[in-house]
């Protein structure tokens, strides 16, 4: 089975949330990024005033404001045994 792991840096800590796919890790980063836009243009002024509808283009356009600041990772990761028999007694 193929999960996403979000992990997601910030000035109160790390937050890790575990996705069943890419989109699912996506939605919940640009969560965040449409929750804290109006903070990041205060920062950056080269952003829009609404964020894009594209969630990867949102969390790309966010995080990138956030430089130094927060930071974001989604990795792709197997987990083995998910969905199979394997190591059934």
């Not at 996705?19 to 996506?26: I, K, P």
């Not at 964020?51 to 966010?62: I, N, Q, R």
Request: proline fraction near 4%; include cysteine.
């Amino acid at each position: 089975m193929d999960v996403h792991v979000f992990v997601f840096e910030h000035r109160h800590g790390r937050d890790i949330t575990v996705h069943a796919g890419a989109e699912g890790a996506y939605e919940a980063a640009a969560e965040i990024a449409r929750r804290d836009w109006a903070e990041a243009r205060r920062r950056d002024r080269s952003l829009p005033e609404s964020p894009p509808a594209d969630d990867v283009e949102a969390v790309e356009m966010y995080f990138t404001a956030q430089e130094g600041t927060e930071t974001y990772e989604i990795v792709g990761c197997d987990v083995e045994g998910v969905g199979s028999t394997a190591g059934a007694p």
